[in-house]
């Protein structure tokens, strides 16, 4: 009997055992400062990792409880811990393309850029066209796609009015061939005749009603096209091959890792959807990437698109809308309601706040911006563009609508698109209540206060880059006073109408991004909008709860509360006490996604004895000094 009692009496331990080391934490920090982003914003001591979940958040003397003989323990000396940056527009492959793309070359790349230093005559553009078609031995019929680089103002009018079809006819008669015009992203391309040829062959019928294409001197298509006609050729373009991509794409997101961003979203075409999917197989994503499938609005095969369905693929990789890419211009070209300064066209300092050149010639062509929602638009030079009969982007919303999906992750800058976009909107929800709610806008470069409760009242989100407060004096010299102190990324408005709010922003300063939320300050220290600061906590909120809901995982991650994903960050300064005017010079130590650490700085590492495998450490500057290495011929890209 006493043995039969010992024997189970030891089982009992066993399984006691068992069971408390089912529920030890893999990693345990604690006193540290815990912004858990709550709906409260709770503020904690430690916080409990188990299984790549939050497992606990709380006091320093609970959460050590939860540790065991396995635990790794880090004792932060009141560092701060917040949840991950969700950054909810970065064009991510472009960034992998354009600043890593001499890593793998042109060829593989697929994309051949044209220097514009070494142009002064359009023949100079033909001679490099030609050189590249018989350095790369193209097979008859292949699409092959150029980009441009160091385009001067000189150069760019060049390309727009002085070259035609026809000219690139001389040295591509074989090939199908598209040139970037040198503008935003999917604004404007050219193309020879043998494209055209095949263009107006498979969408002959969508491009005269939709258009935009541009007419010569005979009447006849010029080879210059514009949206929806310049997207058409994507779908033929020779891609590049994932196993080509996987790494340099790697390389730009551990950049963004290393600013503290765990989640990313952006639009990509069918190409980088398979690089990046070859990385999730690797177990190589370092951060988490939600995507708009571009490739919907390029080709008007609506089969290929309307069995998508959200969320689809994993929590690391997945589909969160579909994206017409954009809708407008940028800075100058923005589509906009409000009376241009055209003569801040010759103030050089204007410019170069809103990242354009002086005596830009697109004043003359684009006196409203590009304005591609409006069917009455007819830009480029001398009135070339042809009539349009439908309204594609109208149309295409609907269809979106109608299959049950979501627009979100596209460019809209000027107030006039804002407008125009919300109308399209509030039309759709009123054939079918509700089908809009959740859509977003990206950018809030120029939105018109009048339009914010409109767009509450639909349900709808935006993407707001606070990047364009320190560009609020340019923006005051072309579209006034008013347009820079109310319509530029107006945060508090948003979120005071109830409007879910998330934060982009430029290059790899999410920290400068979050600054100027708070404080709006420009270079100088002049304060643009004063009215639309927020404080600190809803800074916060902004770049990382709002963040989870615009990429819809509001409940997998966003904030530090237990079952959710443990992506966080740690920081050596006390976000919430110091100098706000600091802000911007904060360095991530620590960035974890789903419990794995994908960045560490390396005075943490030394901290700390500490160098998990698979992390990036590298400090700032030789992340950056990394990039510098490979972005010197500037490539390109096509997105």
């Not at 024997?7 to 068992?18: G, Q």
């Not at 959710?564 to 976000?575: G, H, P, Q, S």
Request: hydrophobic share 40%; aromatic share 10%.
């Amino acid at each position: 009997m006493r043995n039969r009692m010992l024997f189970v009496t030891a089982i009992c331990a066993f399984l006691l055992a068992h069971r408390t080391a089912a529920q030890n934490a893999d990693v345990v920090f604690y006193n540290a400062k815990v912004l858990t982003v709550d709906e409260k914003f709770a503020i904690a001591e430690a916080v409990a990792v188990k299984d790549g979940k939050i497992l606990s958040v709380g006091k320093s003397a609970d959460i050590l409880k939860l540790a065991g003989p396995g635990t790794q323990r880090f004792d932060l000396k009141g560092k701060t811990v917040m949840p991950g940056i969700v950054h909810t527009h970065s064009h991510v492959n472009q960034a992998g393309e354009q600043e890593f793309g001499t890593e793998i070359g042109a060829d593989k790349l697929k994309m051949y850029p044209i220097n514009f230093r070494m142009v002064k005559t359009k023949d100079d553009v033909v001679k490099q066209i030609a050189n590249i078609m018989s350095a790369f031995k193209f097979k008859p019929g292949e699409w092959v796609y150029f980009s441009v680089t160091d385009l001067s103002v000189e150069n760019m009018q060049l390309l727009w009015e002085g070259l035609t079809r026809y000219d690139l006819d001389k040295v591509t008669p074989d090939n199908p061939i598209m040139i970037s015009l040198g503008v935003p992203a999917n604004s404007g391309y050219m193309t020879n005749s043998k494209g055209a040829e095949i263009l107006w062959s498979k969408y002959g019928d969508f491009i005269e009603k939709y258009g935009r294409y541009w007419l010569g001197a005979d009447g006849k298509p010029d080879g210059h096209m514009e949206p929806p006609a310049g997207r058409l050729a994507y779908p033929l373009l020779s891609w590049p091959a994932a196993e080509d991509l996987a790494g340099i794409y790697k390389k730009a997101l551990e950049e963004l890792a290393a600013g503290g961003v765990t989640t990313v979203s952006t639009r990509l075409a069918d190409y980088s959807i398979e690089a990046y999917k070859l990385l999730e197989k690797r177990g190589e994503m370092p951060v988490r990437l939600a995507y708009g499938f571009q490739s919907a609005f390029d080709t008007p095969d609506v089969n290929r698109w309307k069995n998508k369905k959200l969320l689809e693929g994993s929590d690391v990789f997945w589909l969160n809308s579909l994206s017409s890419g954009m809708v407008d211009g940028a800075g100058f070209s923005s589509c906009t309601d409000i009376k241009r300064n055209d003569k801040a066209i010759d103030d050089p300092e204007a410019f170069g706040i809103l990242g354009l050149d002086s005596k830009n010639p697109m004043a003359e062509w684009y006196p409203r911006g590009w304005c591609h929602l409006d069917i009455e638009y007819r830009g480029g030079p001398k009135g070339r563009a042809a009539a349009i009969k439908g309204n594609y982007f109208s149309d295409w919303l609907a269809d979106v609508a109608d299959a049950g999906l979501r627009s979100a992750n596209t460019h809209v800058e000027g107030d006039a698109s804002h407008r125009m976009f919300i109308s399209m909107l509030e039309k759709i929800d009123a054939a079918k209540p509700g089908s809009v709610r959740g859509w977003a806008f990206d950018h809030c470069a120029l939105i018109n206060p009048r339009d914010i409760p409109r767009a509450a009242r639909l349900g709808v989100m935006f993407s707001c880059n606070p990047g364009y407060i320190s560009r609020a004096e340019g923006t005051s010299k072309i579209f006034g006073e008013e347009a820079a102190h109310k319509f530029i990324s107006p945060f508090k408005s948003m979120v005071d109408a109830g409007i879910n709010v998330s934060m982009e922003g430029e290059g790899r300063e999410r920290w400068q991004m979050i600054e100027l939320m708070i404080t709006r300050k420009d270079a100088r220290g002049k304060v643009w909008g004063p009215q639309d600061r927020v404080d600190r906590a809803t800074a916060l909120r902004i770049a990382t709860m709002n963040g989870a809901r615009y990429v819809l995982k509001e409940k997998q991650i966003g904030s530090l509360e237990p079952g959710k994903f443990a992506d966080l960050v740690i920081i050596n300064e006390d976000y919430m006490t110091m100098p706000e005017d600091k802000i911007s010079e904060i360095e991530t130590a620590l960035t974890m996604m789903g419990g794995k650490v994908i960045y560490l700085h390396p005075a943490f590492a030394q901290e700390y004895n500490f160098r998990p495998a698979g992390a990036l450490i590298m400090t700032k500057k030789e992340v950056e000094a990394r990039r510098r290495k490979f972005e010197t011929t500037g490539l390109g890209s096509r997105s």
